[in-house]
Each structure stands twice: as C-alpha cells, then as structure tokens.
C-alpha cells in the first residue's frame, strides 16, 4: 500500500483515537497550549501595540525589535530555554518559546492598523471634543479592527503549527503523534500527524475569520 492510503487507515481506525495518547487526547493539549501561548501574548502585545499607535510615538522601534526576534528560530530558543532552570517547571520553556514567536504579528499588525487609520478621521474627532480614550475607543479601534484581528489570525495558525515542537522536550499535543511515528518508524502515523496539525491550523483560521467579523464594529455601520 502506499502511504496516502496508509494515511487513511490510520486516521480511521478509532484505537487511535480514544485513550491518553490517542488522537482525542492529544488534540485536547494542542488546543490548550495553543490558548494559553495566544492569550499571554495577546496581552503583552496589544495593548502596547495599540497604545503606540494611538501615541504615534515609539511604534517603529517596538515593531522593529520584534521583528528582530523572528530572526532566532523557535526550536534554538525551545532548546536553550528547557536547558535553563526554567526547564524544570513543565510546560513553561515551551510557552515561553510560543510567546516570542506570536508577539511579531500580535504587535506588527496591530501597530501598523493603528496608523492606518484616517488621520482627517481622527482630526474631525478631536475637532468635536473627543478625548484621547473616547478616540481610541470610538474611532481608532473600530477602524484598525481588520488589521488587528489579521494579526491575531495570523499567531493563532503559526503558533498552532509550532506547538507541535512542544513534543521534543516530552510535552504534549499533537506533535506526540508525529514524534511517535518518527521512533517506531511509522511513516502513515507521521504523515497523519502532519494532516492532523494542518486541518487544525485552517479549521482555527476559518473560526478566527468567523469571529473576526462577527465583531468587526464597523459590520453594522458598513451596512446602513
């Protein structure tokens, strides 16, 4: 048999699927260690993302710094971190690993939607008795909303297809199921566990784009 067809065998056949290491399981830890990554960076970069630029000031240094950071692989920080003493508390050198690679597009794009908008927008705002917060709130976010949420969009399927590193220093996630081919030499399990990290990075970008307009604030002004 070939391996497409072995593929399929192996994603169909429900022992693979049910018990600690099964498919269900393993799914279960990927989702979270990918919530947990997003959220810790969603925190960390937005709100200095966006407060930049709303400033105007500050940005294009902050967005260059990370940007920077793109430049040392994932697995080399993975690597050096679970070395540390921080390797001794689980899953943390691999969460903070994730994070550094989701701050980039987290800060980049938000930044970057900040400035974009309409400065004569902003101006006719300031000019009927806006404060800086009211600004920010009515006006800035509602119209930087696409760009941020590409960004969100953006980490959440790169963070979701590098988790699967998480199974190098033993964590968990569906990159067990990739490390668990590797060793038995099981091609079929290998290639399933490919399959499996990428319908979930496009069924998280297709629920992302879904979210991202149901609360786009400018949907219903757009529409009347």
Do not use: K
């Not at 940007?67 to 390797?87: I, K």
């Amino acid at each position: 048999m070939g391996v497409l067809p072995d593929t399929w065998t192996w994603l169909t056949d429900g022992s693979h699927w049910g018990g600690t290491g099964g498919v269900w399981h393993r799914l279960g830890e990927h989702l979270s260690l990918t919530a947990t990554c997003l959220g810790i960076a969603a925190v960390l970069a937005l709100p200095v993302a966006v407060w930049l630029g709303h400033l105007g000031r500050g940005g294009a240094l902050a967005v260059n710094l990370s940007n920077a950071g793109r430049a040392v692989p994932t697995f080399a920080v993975l690597v050096l971190l679970t070395l540390s003493p921080l390797g001794a508390y689980g899953d943390w050198p691999t969460i903070v690993a994730l994070v550094l690679f989701a701050v980039p597009p987290l800060l980049t794009n938000a930044y970057v939607g900040m400035r974009e908008v309409d400065r004569e927008v902003v101006e006719a705002a300031r000019g009927m008795g806006m404060s800086g917060w009211q600004l920010l709130r009515s006006v800035e976010l509602p119209l930087a909303h696409p760009l941020l949420m590409t960004g969100v969009r953006s980490a959440a399927v790169q963070v979701v297809a590098t988790a699967t590193l998480a199974a190098l220093p033993g964590g968990g996630g569906l990159g067990r199921i990739i490390t668990a081919g590797f060793r038995t030499y099981d091609t079929a399990q290998v290639v399933a566990g490919a399959v499996l990290v990428a319908a979930l990075a496009l069924l998280v970008e297709a629920v992302l784009v879904v979210v991202s307009r149901s609360l786009d604030p400018m949907r219903g002004r757009a529409t009347g």
